[in-house]
């Protein structure tokens, strides 16, 4: 049985960082694309991260870029998403997924595992 949890969050301020991590296990962990979506409160799921099977390319949109940084170790199974800059527009429910395919990173649809989340509030 697959399972992806998601660890880390909590309350910081604007400005501050918080680094998410994903356990993962009940896959060939290696093999999957990872990535990170978020979903604020009456928005849709929105991609905020992603990376491939070895680690060596990874992609954000503009709206993290520079802010936000993807990255994985294969030998614990384990994708992170550090996040420094945070602003309060970055409050949400944070997912972790996997996906089989090697393309179209920022579709969530590619994705076939996901975590249950863990949330993030950025406020004074």
């Known amino acids: 049985q697959v399972q992806l949890v998601e660890s880390g969050g909590g309350l910081v301020q604007p400005g501050g960082s918080l680094t998410l991590s994903c356990a993962a296990s009940?896959?060939?962990?290696?093999?999957?694309?990872m990535g990170w979506f978020r979903r604020a409160p009456g928005k849709e799921r929105e991609f905020v991260g992603a990376?491939?099977?070895?680690?060596?390319?990874?992609l954000h949109p503009d709206s993290v870029k520079g802010r936000f940084t993807i990255s994985r170790d294969n030998a614990k199974n384990l994708v992170y998403l550090q996040m420094n800059s945070l602003k309060p527009e970055d409050t949400a429910v944070y997912h972790c997924?996997?996906?089989?395919?090697?393309?179209?990173?920022?579709?969530?649809?590619?994705?076939?595992?996901w975590g249950q989340g863990t949330q993030v509030t950025v406020s004074f």
């Open positions: 990376i491939s099977v070895g680690g060596a390319s990874t």
């Open positions: 997924a996997a996906s089989p395919y090697g393309s179209n990173w920022y579709i969530e649809g590619n994705y076939i595992y």
């Open positions: 009940g896959l060939s962990f290696s093999s999957y694309l």
